[in-house]
């Protein structure tokens, strides 16, 4: 596709609560992987641009931080973050973990499940407040039969916040084309707002401080993750097309530290290795990558924390 062939672009918002699948979502959108996925809830912490077409549509989809009761700094930016890629859209899809919903009526939620339908249900009431119609996209709903998942439709259809009901799998791919047709009919009149060849609005540093993280998340375990960053501190291009990336892992604890790095430092170099393999298909170049952990126990308090990822420090 070539820009003069656009004749409409415009912005797609997806909020939803924590581990709901935006991220899934996004990269299935787009056809390419422009977001960190893991099993762990609240692992977008910035909102992500992927750029996606059909016919003469260009679409950036926004993946949001999953919208929550939040109480610490961080997780206030992240919310903040998201309501604000909502406000600025011109499209705004509701993603909700149908599975949860249906163990949370039949009694069988687990805490997780629980809470996500709570934080669903209170972005429902944030909406209603609002007077906003959104779109709302039923996910997972390849592990019920349509019968579980009807009288769900009905029950959301009954809220009056909701324009249009999908259902979907962001992960199997079930429903996406009727989505995404239905958010290209929503996008304004215009030419490109990004060059069609590009499929993500993210500094190359950034992704590549993410694609770390994301390897620390899946490695690590209970709230850890959570209370550590990466950091791009260098980025070095050589002559031959190959890239040096120096990154600092920055905990908050010296005991931390210790989990990062592992017994006789196996952890931190599977990760290494893991994030260089992803990091050098991505980027379609050799990467050499190097981390360092760091304690910070100040880190989520920092204003420089913040701005490096786009995210408002005074929330």
């Known amino acids: 596709m070539e820009a003069e062939d656009i004749r409409r672009a415009g912005f797609v918002a997806i909020i939803g609560a924590p581990n709901a699948g935006k991220s899934t979502l996004t990269n299935a959108l787009v056809g390419t992987k422009v977001a960190i996925v893991t099993h762990k809830v609240q692992t977008t912490r910035f909102p992500v641009r992927g750029i996606a077409h059909t016919d003469d549509t260009q679409l950036v989809i926004v993946d949001t931080p999953g ?3 939040a109480s610490r700094r961080l997780d206030r930016a992240m919310v903040k973050a998201a309501w604000t890629g909502a406000d600025d859209a011109d499209a705004v899809v509701h993603l909700v973990d149908a599975a949860a919903w249906i163990a949370d009526k039949e009694g069988a939620a687990t805490p997780a499940q629980t809470r996500s339908v709570a934080d669903d249900r209170a972005l ?12 709302l996209a039923l996910n997972k709903i390849d592990l019920f039969p349509h019968e579980q998942v009807l009288p769900l439709m009905a029950e959301f259809n009954e809220m009056g916040v909701y324009s249009d009901i999908f259902m979907i799998s962001a992960e199997k791919g079930d429903g996406m084309d009727v989505l995404l047709k239905a958010l290209a009919d929503r996008m304004p009149e215009g030419g490109a707002l990004y ?8 500094p190359a540093r950034l992704l590549a401080a993410e694609i770390t993280r994301e390897k620390l998340m899946l490695r690590l375990h209970e709230e850890l993750p959570y209370q550590l960053t990466v950091e791009t501190e260098t980025w070095e291009d050589f002559r031959n097309g190959d890239v040096k990336i120096q990154q600092a892992v920055i905990v908050g604890r010296e005991s931390h530290k210790s ?13 290494s290795k893991a994030a260089r393999k992803e990091m050098s298909e991505l980027f379609d170049r050799r990467v050499h990558l190097f981390l360092f952990v760091k304690v910070d126990e100040k880190w989520q308090e920092k204003r420089e924390s913040y701005a490096h990822l786009g995210l408002e420090f005074d929330t």
Do not use: C, N, Y
């Open 124 to 135: 429902i009431e944030t909406l209603k407040s609002s007077g906003r119609k959104v779109m």
């Open 195 to 202: 060059p069609p060849e590009q499929s993500a609005d993210i």
């Open 259 to 271: 989990m990062v790095l592992g017994r006789s430092g196996q952890t931190i170099k599977a990760v």
């Open 67 to 69: 919208i929550f009761g």
